[in-house]
């Protein structure tokens, strides 16, 4: 009798564990219990930006970073971005920000980054990439962003809304 008394606990206990710990499974939520926001998902106050370029406005959001944050600071500005590869509009800043580079993987339309510590980014490409960079956020909806940098260098204004 205590032979199976003790399969059954064992068995049981076997089983419990098994269900608790299935990736797979559904975490449930109850009605009282509210889930924590994603920090990279959810906007942050103070964190839009308006980039205008001639007569066209773009809306992007920073990141919520310390390099975003160092950025903000310098605004608002207008600087003249430089041509490189037919896909991305370059400008050095006068000083460093600071870093936490890592490899993206792939660059989207849209993106702005920080090249090293001095040099700010506004990708008109979506293309692979094998450099490192700082996220500084992103445009809302680069859609007509290629056409409006055009092929040369251009005039950026940066500022937040």
């Not at 205590?2 to 939520?29: E, H, Q, Y």
């Not at 870093?99 to 990708?123: E, R």
């Amino acid at each position: 009798m205590k032979k199976r008394l003790f399969m059954f606990l064992l068995l049981s206990g076997l089983t419990m564990l098994m269900l608790g710990c299935n990736p797979d499974a559904d975490p449930v939520i109850s009605e009282t219990e509210t889930p924590t926001p994603d920090p990279d998902l959810d906007p942050v106050p103070g964190n839009k930006l308006r980039i205008t370029i001639g007569s066209v406005s773009f809306t992007g959001t920073l990141a919520d970073n310390a390099t975003a944050t160092a950025f903000k600071a310098l605004l608002p500005m207008t600087v003249s971005m430089r041509e490189m590869n037919g896909n991305e509009k370059y400008y050095y800043l006068p000083d460093n920000l600071p870093t936490a580079a890592s490899n993206p993987g792939m660059i989207q339309v849209g993106d702005l980054m920080l090249y090293g510590s001095d040099c700010v980014v506004l990708f008109y490409e979506t293309f692979q990439t094998s450099y490192s960079y700082t996220r500084l956020g992103s445009l809302d909806n680069p859609s007509e962003l290629a056409a409006s940098l055009g092929s040369g260098n251009v005039s950026v204004t940066f500022e937040l809304i």
